[in-house]
T-cell receptor, first 110, second 113 residues
Framework: TQLLEQSPQFLSIQEGENLTVYCNSSSVFSSLQWYRQEPGEGPVLLVT?????EVKKLKRLTFQFGDARKDSSLHITAAQPGDTGLYLC??????????FGTGTSLTVIP | KAGVTQTPRYLIKTRGQQVTLSCSPISGHRSVSWYQQTPGQGLQFLFEYFSETQRNKGNFPGRFSGRQFSNSRSEMNVSTLELGDSALYLCASSLGDRGNIQYFGAGTRLSVL
C-alpha cells in the first residue's frame, strides 16, 4: 500500500499571498495526479505528472514532480478566494487502484 | 457530455438499516470506483468495478458491497449501518486503463443516526 503524506494539513492565507503544498511517499510513483475538491463537490483533476523533475504550469499553479518520483509539490502564486478547496495528490498503483493523499485544506481570505 | 451522476445527494438512515447508492458514469466509461470520504480518514478506496466485475477492493468490511450493470451504472450497498459509516460517498468513472483520469460525481452525503 502506498501512503501519500501531504503537508500542511490546513492552510489559511490572505488573498495575494503565495503558498506551497507538498506530497511525499516512501515509494516511487509511476505517475501522480493533483485534484482540487470544492465544498459540496467531487474532486476535479488539475494535472498529471509522469516524468521525474517534470514541472507543469496551470495559470498561477505550478506543479513539480521530484527527480526520484517520490515527492511532488504544488505552488500557488498570488492566491485568490477561488483557490479555496481541498487539494489532493493521487497515485495509481499497478492495478488501477488510486491512493489519495491525506489532503491539504486551503482557505484564501479576501 | 454528461458528467458522473450520483443519487441521492443526501441520505439519513438509522443504525442497523441498509442503504443503496447509485452512480451513473460518463458515457463510454467502463470503470467505476467508489470512495468513502470522512474528515478524519480522508478519501479511502472501497472498490472498483470494470465491465461488471469487481477488479479491485479496498480494506472495508463485507457490509460494503457493490455491483455494476451492463450499462456500466453501479450501485453500492451498505448493510447493518453503523454510526461510523456517516460520510461522503464518491464514485468516479474512467475508461479503465491504468492511470486514466478519474471523473468524480458530487457524492452522496450519508448520515447515520
Amino acid at each position: 500500500t502506498q501512503l501519500l503524506e501531504q503537508s500542511p494539513q490546513f492552510l489559511s492565507i490572505q488573498e495575494g499571498e503565495n503558498l506551497t503544498v507538498y506530497c511525499n511517499s516512501s515509494s516511487v510513483f509511476s505517475s501522480l495526479q493533483w485534484y482540487r475538491q470544492e465544498p459540496g463537490e467531487g474532486p476535479v483533476l488539475l494535472v498529471t505528472v509522469v516524468t521525474g523533475g517534470e514541472v507543469k504550469k496551470l495559470k498561477r499553479l505550478t506543479f513539480q514532480f521530484g527527480d526520484a518520483r517520490k515527492d511532488s509539490s504544488l505552488h500557488i502564486t498570488a492566491a485568490q478566494p477561488g483557490d479555496t478547496g481541498l487539494y489532493l495528490c493521487v497515485s495509481p498503483n499497478t492495478g488501477n487502484q488510486f491512493y489519495f493523499g491525506t489532503g491539504t485544506s486551503l482557505t484564501v481570505i479576501p | 457530455k454528461a458528467g458522473v451522476t450520483q443519487t441521492p445527494r443526501y441520505l439519513i438512515k438509522t443504525r442497523g438499516q441498509q442503504v443503496t447508492l447509485s452512480c451513473s458514469p460518463i458515457s463510454g466509461h467502463r470503470s467505476v470506483s467508489w470512495y468513502q470520504q470522512t474528515p478524519g480518514q480522508g478519501l479511502q478506496f472501497l472498490f472498483e468495478y470494470f465491465s461488471e466485475t469487481q477488479r479491485n477492493k479496498g480494506n472495508f468490511p463485507g457490509r460494503f458491497s457493490g455491483r455494476q450493470f451492463s450499462n456500466s451504472r453501479s450501485e453500492m450497498n451498505v448493510s447493518t449501518l453503523e454510526l461510523g459509516d456517516s460520510a461522503l460517498y464518491l464514485c468516479a468513472s474512467s475508461l479503465g486503463d491504468r492511470g486514466n483520469i478519474q471523473y468524480f460525481g458530487a457524492g452522496t452525503r450519508l448520515s447515520v443516526l
